[in-house]
Each structure stands twice: as C-alpha cells, then as structure tokens.
C-alpha cells in the first residue's frame, strides 16, 4: 500500500485544467459527461482510500474490530500505518457520509414534494402555475417528466421565447441533466477538490440544454433573449424546487455564447491543444487514481486474509 493510499485523495487535482478548458473548448454535452465521469471514479477512489486509511491507521488501537493477527510484527511492518491520520480519517469519512447521505435525502424530498403539488393537475407535460412569482424548472421521475412553468414568467415573454423557455426544459428532461447534476454534486461531497468539477457541470449542463433549444426552435438570437430575460425577471426568487440544486451557471457567458457559433461536436478533444492535453491528464489522473485505490484495496486484503486465523 504504502503512499499510493493517499494518491487518491489528491489526484482530483489533475482535473482541474480540464474542469475550466472543457466549458470553453468542448461542446456542452461532452464536456458534461467528460467531467461527470471523471468526478465520480475519482470520488469513489478517493472515499474508499479514505476509509482504507482509517482502517489502516487505527488498526493497532485498543478495540478495533480487526483481528488480532494484525498486531503481528510482520503484519505491522508490511501495513503503514499513522494513529493520527487514522483518527483524523474517521470524522472525514463520518462527514462524507453523512452529508451525501443529507443531499440524496432533500433531493428525494424535493422531488417528491413538487410531485405531490401538482398531483391535482391535468397530467400534461406542461404544468403551468398561477404564480406571481417568476420561475420555471424540469422536474424529472415520478410517472410523468414535466416542465413547470409560473404565469408570471410567461407573461414576460413573447411566444417565440416561450418555445425557447420549454425547448429549454424539455433539454434538461431528455438528458436526465439532473442525474448529472446530483452525481457532481455528491462526488464534490466526497472530495473537496472535486468542486471545480461541479460548478463546471453546472454551466456546462445550462449550455447543453441552450445549445439544444437552438436546434429546435431553429434561432440562437431568441434563445439568448429568452434566457436573458428570464434571469433578470427571476433573480432572487426563492423557490425550493430541483432547479436550487444546481446553479444554472453565468448568464451573461451563455447568452454570449449563443449569439456565437454553434460548438462543434467531437467526442474527444484533439491531442496537441491545451484542451487535449488538459483532458488527457485527466484521464491519466482517473487511471492513477484507480490503480492505486485497487492495488491498495487488493493489498490490504490479501494482508488481511493472510493475518486472519481460520
């Protein structure tokens, strides 16, 4: 095991030129998948080496539910081990437990309380809400996927930006952009260096739905327009719904891109750019990052099994 534990719970670092380059350079959708993917291998490395650490570290401490062959010499001289940051590791995996534990539970229950309002409307796709305030959002599961909407929202639009506005929504349902979402959002829990990664999904998933409204209403200018002014209208409203989990990224930077050209579609970045390498370090990270996480899982296994009497 020895160093290669701790590999981990840095490596996420080496996504971070990948997590800025890839909301510039890659087309939205990719970038999403790219550093989702990568944000939730290296999340799962960085969790279980840190509990191989706290098992590792406290294993010679009084009451420790490992056997006794571990305080064999051999066993001790094979297996590093530090009292300290086998102590220290307990709080930190006790923290990522429960906060992902915390977030998965008010997802669930947002979820299942905006379902429950609207459980005595038509069920249509669409649910339009007689509400002074202005806002809308995707809300995703339950038997039906819909796109709920105030009227207090839609009477500041025209009819072009409003086939915007659902275009818009209806692209975060078609992507289960909220699993994405969440999935960043708990890899972020588990690793504070992952976070970069997060606010990037966030934006990037904002432009894949942009970019998808502009296919299909067919004018990039009235998706720009519609998303500008639905922010302003919407700023600072204070609504618990899914669409708080998430921020939806820097308006000013999607508007200006949509006015832009349409982002090419590649599915991996060319190799000699700063995007390219920047995705292949990550990559590179993610494969190291797995490595160590499995050679380390391995090795305490085999020590274990080895020091455990049958």
């Known amino acids: 095991m020895g160093v290669f534990v701790f590999l981990p719970l840095v490596l996420p670092l080496t996504a971070w030129p990948i997590a800025r380059l890839a909301e510039q350079h890659l087309h939205p959708r990719t970038a999403t998948r790219l550093l989702t993917a990568v944000a939730v291998v290296m999340a799962l490395c960085s969790t279980l080496c840190l509990a191989l650490v706290m098992v590792v570290g406290t294993a010679q401490l009084p009451g420790n539910p490992l056997p006794d062959g571990w305080s064999d010499p051999e066993v001790r001289a094979a297996v590093p081990y530090d009292e300290v940051v086998g102590k220290a590791a307990i709080p930190a995996l006790c923290a990522v437990v429960a906060a992902s534990a915390r977030t998965l539970w008010r997802h669930r229950r947002v979820r299942r ?19 002074d305030v202005p806002y809308a959002y995707a809300l995703p599961g339950g038997h039906r996927d819909r796109v709920v909407v105030s ?155 080895a020091a455990t009497p049958f």
């Open 113 to 131: 309380a905006a379902h429950r309002a609207l459980a005595g409307l038509p069920g249509t796709g669409v649910a339009v809400l007689p509400d």
């Open 151 to 305: 009227t207090a929202l839609l009477d500041c639009l025209e009819p072009g930006e409003r086939r915007a506005l659902f275009a818009h929504e209806r692209a975060h349902l078609a992507g289960r952009h909220h699993r994405f979402l969440l999935a960043v959002r708990l890899a972020a829990l588990a690793n504070p260096f992952l976070r970069p990664l997060r606010t990037a999904v966030s934006y990037t998933a904002e432009r894949w739905a942009d970019e998808a409204a502009a296919r299909t209403v067919g004018d990039r200018r009235t998706v720009a327009t519609a998303i500008g002014k639905a922010a302003l209208v919407s700023r600072g409203t204070p609504v618990a719904t899914l669409a708080g989990l998430a921020a939806p990224g820097p308006v000013p930077r999607r508007v200006a891109a949509l006015l832009g050209p349409a982002p090419a579609v590649r599915t991996w970045p060319p190799v000699f750019t700063s995007v390219g390498l920047a995705a292949w370090a990550a990559a590179a990270g993610t494969a190291v990052s797995a490595m160590s996480s499995a050679n380390a899982a391995v090795t305490m296994f085999l020590i274990l099994r």
